[in-house]
Structure formats: C-alpha cells, structure tokens
C-alpha cells in the first residue's frame, strides 16, 4: 500500500525562489529517498537519507527527516526553470528491503 | 554508472493481444529488478519483483497470469502483458539496484508507454 504522502500535490514558484516539498510515511524505516521524475520519463535518484540522519545537502538540496513525525523534507534553493518535474519521495517497505513505496509526488513548475 | 534502458518506449496494440516489455541493465549485472505501473498524473505502484532465474514475486492485487515476467538472464528481464485491454493502457517503469554502487538507491529505466485500442 501507498504510505508516502507529498504535499503539496503541485507547486508553481518562479526561478530563484526555493521550493519546499513535504512527505509523510506511515511505517519505520531504513531510509528515506527522494526522486525526481520528467514528464513522461523515468526517475532519477536525487538524494537518500538513512534514518539515523536528520539533514543531508546536495548542491542545492537540501533533505531533513524527522523520524518521531515520520515526516522528510525537500528544500531545492535558488530554483531553476530545468528544475521543472515531479518529485517523489520512496521509502524501504519493510525494514531492509530493497522493494520502494512512492509517495504521491508533488509536481512543480518553475516559471522563467 | 548503472544505466537501464527499456524496449520499446511505446506501443499501441490492440485489446485480446499480447505485448512484451524488456527491461536491460546495461553496464551492470541485477539480480533483481522491479517492475511498476503509473497511470497518469498518478504515483508508482510496485507490480512485482523480477528475480534471475526464479520466480517473481508479486505484489497483493497483481494478477501473474496476465502480467508475465521473466528474467532470464543477469541484465534482462520481461514483462508480457497477455490479452491487453484497455484497462491495462499506462506507463510501465522498471528499476534495478546496482548493489556494487549502492544498497539502496534504484536506477529506473526511462519507461514504456503502453496503450491498447
């Protein structure tokens, strides 16, 4: 069963501002991952947080998870227009397991 | 790098026929690889898991008559969708660890848009 939940479900910002996305789960987990997916393409890993973690960067990502609120967030700064797409969160489904459970996904568009 | 490609990107078929998806891992060997399904503006659904030489194991709701897999080999797997209906028309996404790069992280190939008329 789905247990990520993003929200907002879609996001309309201009270039240069951040956009923040948010998503909650249901169960424990190892890990927490965050994709991003182009229309109509596959997804590519953006960055993953293990559950012993509360922040991690990547260039102009930014993750934090809160395991007591099963929640994580995505904070993507000084967006671009390329940044346009929809980002999915994914966790392990049942401790250690290589299977992923999708959250909803929030689509955002970065407006030039 | 872990590359995955999937064949074909599209295809139009027409309902009772039979269409087969192929999933490679192109510079790396997976034992395992996943396959979903994602219809429009809607989230991944996890189908099954396509294991080398064994049988896959599918999700609760995922008919394994009708969606047959099979992983012959260390960088292919297959997803026949048998007697398509319309129902079935959506975009199927599979995945693979390179468990050499890393334990977690899943490399997706770029996907296959199935519609049947």
């Known amino acids: 069963s789905q247990q990520g939940e993003e929200d907002p479900q879609a996001l309309s910002i201009q270039e240069g501002e951040n956009a923040t996305m948010n998503c909650s789960y249901k169960?424990?987990?190892?890990?927490l991952q965050w994709y991003r997916q182009n229309s109509g393409r596959g997804l590519v890993h953006l960055i993953l947080?293990?559950?012993?973690?509360r922040e991690k960067h990547s260039g102009r990502l930014r993750v934090t998870l809160d395991t007591s609120k099963k929640s994580s967030s995505l904070l993507i700064t000084a967006s671009r227009a390329a940044d346009t797409a929809s980002y999915f969160c994914a966790t392990d489904s049942q401790g250690g397991s290589e299977k992923l459970v999708f959250g909803k996904g929030t689509k955002l568009t970065v407006n030039p | 790098g872990a590359v995955v490609s999937q064949h074909p990107s599209w295809v139009i078929c027409k309902s009772g026929t039979s269409v087969k998806i192929e999933c490679r891992s192109l510079d790396f060997q997976a034992t395992t690889m996943f396959w979903y399904r994602q219809f429009p503006k809607q989230s991944l659904m996890l189908m099954a898991t396509?294991?080398?030489?064994?049988?896959?194991?599918?999700e609760q709701g995922v008919e394994k008559d009708k969606f047959l897999i099979n992983h012959a080999s260390l960088t292919l797997s297959t997803l026949t969708v048998t007697s398509a209906h319309p129902e079935d028309s959506s975009f199927y996404i599979c995945?693979?660890?390179?468990?050499?790069?890393?334990?977690?992280?899943?490399?997706f190939g770029p996907g296959t848009r199935l519609t049947v008329t």
């Open positions: 947080i293990r559950s012993n973690e």
């Open positions: 396509s294991n080398e030489g064994s049988k896959a194991t599918y």
């Open positions: 995945s693979a660890p390179n468990r050499a790069l890393s334990p977690y992280e899943q490399y």
């Open positions: 169960t424990s987990i190892n890990n």
